[in-house]
């Protein structure tokens, strides 16, 4: 595996790691809990930034990477959303949508795969990526702010602005996904 591969595939042992500790993980004492929580939101995300950039600067880029690293973000991202879902924080029928997207855009690769093409991001996969980061980063500041017993005056108004985060995200997950049904159409209609 080359280094951006394993920058990728550390998604898939962190993000079961941050269910476990959402879930679980406050028996470790409040502020121990956030820090650990901050410490893998950000190990994901970070890994996501660094595996593109990896793979560029080596000359490493693959069509396994282009296929591996959107599945390790689905991974990693559904699994931080659930957790939000869970909690409260991420409505539920945002998180459909997002789910849904998903598993349509792959299924969309795996049939252009049968064909010998691999279908990288899209620049409308890539806004709607940077809000679903900033949509489960806002997310992680509610429930920080909360296990903290900080600021609890702006937690309403707080959660309001989560809450059009999401939407917007949702929004963005649609026209993204007509980007890739348009794209795909184009890919699949050439002789």
């Not at 004492?29 to 939101?41: H, Q, R, S």
């Amino acid at each position: 595996m080359t280094l951006a591969d394993k920058l990728t595939a550390s998604r898939l042992v962190l993000a079961p790691v941050f269910f476990l500790t959402f879930r679980s993980g406050e028996f470790l004492g409040t502020v121990p809990y956030v820090a650990i929580l901050w410490l893998l939101f950000l190990a994901i995300e970070v890994s996501d930034l660094l595996d593109g950039l990896a793979a560029r600067k080596s000359g490493t880029v693959s069509d396994f990477g282009k296929l591996f690293d959107p599945y390790a973000d689905v991974f990693a991202r559904m699994t931080y959303f659930v957790c939000f879902v869970l909690a409260g924080i991420m409505p539920a029928w945002v998180f459909i949508i997002v789910l849904y997207r998903e598993l349509s855009i792959n299924f969309l690769r795996m049939q252009l795969a049968q064909r010998g093409v691999a279908m990288g991001a899209r620049p409308g996969g890539k806004l709607k990526s940077a809000t679903y980061m900033a949509a489960g980063s806002a997310s992680l500041i509610y429930v920080s702010l909360t296990q903290l017993g900080l600021l609890p005056g702006l937690l309403p108004p707080f959660a309001i602005a989560i809450y059009a985060l999401y939407a917007l995200a949702a929004l963005l997950a649609l026209a993204s996904f007509a980007d890739y049904v348009v794209q795909y159409r184009k890919i699949t209609s050439r002789p």
